[in-house]
């Protein structure tokens, strides 16, 4: 059963701009165990870091941006439609990476702490 589903990845040119969306299942969403809602990246070769979280649904919607796309990516989410967002803009040729979204019962950068992964969308960004 897919719990997480991203769509909205692609190959743009740098200074470009792209929206990913999550899709959450309504199984976790109803759950109301989820604290936290990551997007993460990684290229090849490379760690997977976090790129935006955002503290989840009932709650606030506090977000953490990485100071690597801050100014260049905003995070959101629509609990109505069960998903997170990540508006990239500006995209430069090292934002090219696979892009998960993922859920934790934390709030946390660390990807050991992510319960829920999705499988993933790929950006390219081309100079």
């Known amino acids: 059963q897919v719990q997480l589903e991203e769509s909205g990845g692609g190959s743009v040119q740098a200074g470009g701009s792209l929206r990913l969306s999550c899709l959450v299942s309504a199984y976790i969403f109803n759950a109301n165990r989820i604290y936290c809602t990551g997007w993460f990246r990684q290229a090849p070769g490379k760690e997977r870091e976090a790129v935006a979280l955002i503290d989840s649904y009932g709650r606030d919607g506090t977000t953490r941006i990485s100071e690597s796309v801050k100014g260049r990516f905003t995070i959101s989410k629509d609990n109505d439609k069960r998903t997170v967002n990540l508006e990239m803009t500006n995209l430069r040729p090292e934002d090219t990476a696979m892009y998960y979204c993922?859920?934790?019962?934390?709030?946390?950068?660390?990807?050991?702490?992510?319960?829920?992964w999705g499988q993933g969308t790929q950006v390219t960004v081309s100079s």
């Open positions: 993922a859920t934790a019962r934390v709030v946390t950068s660390d990807p050991a702490e992510y319960i829920h």
